[in-house]
Every structure is written in C-alpha cells, then in structure tokens.
C-alpha cells in the first residue's frame, strides 16, 4: 500500500525558512516523479514543484522560483522541499504527491501539512 | 503555460441526477487530462488520468472524455459521496489545475 506521510510543517514569520519532508513507503521511490502540490485557506490546488525519479530534473512554480528547493534521498524514500525566503502568500497546506509514470498525474497524495507564514 | 477553465464554478443538484463538468484548456493538452475529487478535510483524489481512464477503485458512473483542448466530466447518477471538489489538470506541458467546480446538494 502506497503511503505518504508529510513532516515539518508549522508558523513562521514572513522571510523566514521552513523544510518540509516526505516519507514514502509501499512503492520503488527510486522509479517515481514526485511532487508537491499547495492548496491556500479556502482556495483550489496550485501545483508547487516536481523531481523526476533520479532526483536529476527539478521543475518550479514561478513564484517560488529561487526560494525553493526540491530534493529526494532515494536509499531513505524522502522527498524534501526547503522553502526560503518565505511570504505571507505561501500560507498554505502542502501535499506530497506521487505520479505513476511519464508525464502521468498524481495517483498518490499524502494528508498535507499545514505551513503558517504570519508575523 | 496551459490554462485550464474549469465551469461551472458550482452545479448545484439532487441525488440520482447527472452531472456534467467542462473543462477547457488554453493550449492543447491532447489527452493529458486529468480530474480529482476532493472532500472537505481531505487530500484530492484521482478519479480519472488521460482524459478517460477511471483510476483504480472508481465507480464506473464516472466517465471522462475529450481531447485537445475540451474536456467533461460526467457522473452519471450522482451519490451522496460525490459531492465536493472537482479539479482538473493537465500534464502535457508542466502541470497545471483547474479553479475547480463545487458540486453540492440541491
């Protein structure tokens, strides 16, 4: 069974930092593109990044271009996003999620954790 | 980027009626369309992926069809379970979603 589990949420203030991580189970990590999707207080789903299976493409929303950073660590089943420099606009629950192949949507996601950036 | 226009913003119905949700895409996405389901509280799920493929576990009053740039999603004999959020995205060029359509209870 396929299971995400999102970690390292919680409140910050606005240009702070905050480093969300993924652990994936029930799966090859190692053969899957993941990805992070966002959903603000009340409003729809907002794509945020994706990594490819080998960890060697990373692909970023333009808003968060420059401030934040995906990462995976195969041998471990993580999936990491860093997120800089942060706004009050990035207040948002955070959902990991799994795609199932080439340029395949996300059949897997996790319960989202919640990221706070308020002073 | 692709824009996808998702409409109605809410289709308001009954138990056992149909549904019938658009979605439209600035660019073509061929078949790279697909549509979640969310609940409040919940995390989104995926209903169906290459405009018509239901995705394991769905119930086959969901369909999807489309392609290019139009796409629908039509439950054909709404449940109570089935009303909530419906999302579109594309994955032919980056990943983009829909604003989404609420489906709730007439």
């Known amino acids: 069974e396929v299971q995400l589990l999102e970690s390292g949420g919680g409140l910050v203030q606005p240009g702070e930092s905050l480093r969300l991580s993924c652990a994936a189970s029930?799966?090859?990590?190692?053969?899957?593109?993941m990805g992070w999707v966002r959903q603000a207080p009340g409003k729809g789903l907002e794509w945020v990044s994706a990594?490819?299976?080998?960890?060697?493409?990373?692909f970023y929303t333009d808003s968060v271009k420059g401030r934040f950073t995906i990462s995976r660590d195969n041998p471990k089943n993580m999936l990491n996003l860093q997120m800089n420099s942060l706004r009050a606009e990035d207040t948002a629950k955070y959902y990991c999620?799994?795609?199932?192949?080439?340029?395949?949507?996300?059949?897997?996601w996790g319960q989202g954790i919640l990221v706070t950036v308020s002073s | 980027e692709v824009v996808l226009t998702q409409s109605p913003a809410t289709l308001s119905l009954s138990p056992g009626e149909r549904a019938t949700l658009s979605c439209r895409a600035s660019?073509?996405?061929?078949?790279?369309l697909a549509w979640y389901q969310q609940k409040p509280g919940q995390a989104p799920r995926l209903l169906i992926y290459?405009?018509?493929n239901r995705a394991t576990g769905i119930p086959a009053r969901f369909s999807g069809s489309g392609s290019g740039t139009d796409f629908s999603l039509t439950i054909s004999s709404l449940e109570p379970e089935d009303f909530g959020v419906y999302y579109c995205?594309?994955?032919?060029?980056?990943?983009?979603f829909g604003q989404g359509t609420k489906v709730e209870i007439k």
């Open positions: 990594i490819s299976g080998s960890g060697a493409s990373t």
């Open positions: 290459g405009a018509s």
């Open positions: 029930g799966f090859t990590f190692s053969s899957y593109g």
């Open positions: 660019h073509s996405v061929s078949s790279y």
């Open positions: 999620a799994k795609e199932s192949g080439f340029m395949e949507p996300f059949h897997y």
């Open positions: 995205q594309q994955r032919s060029s980056g990943w983009t």
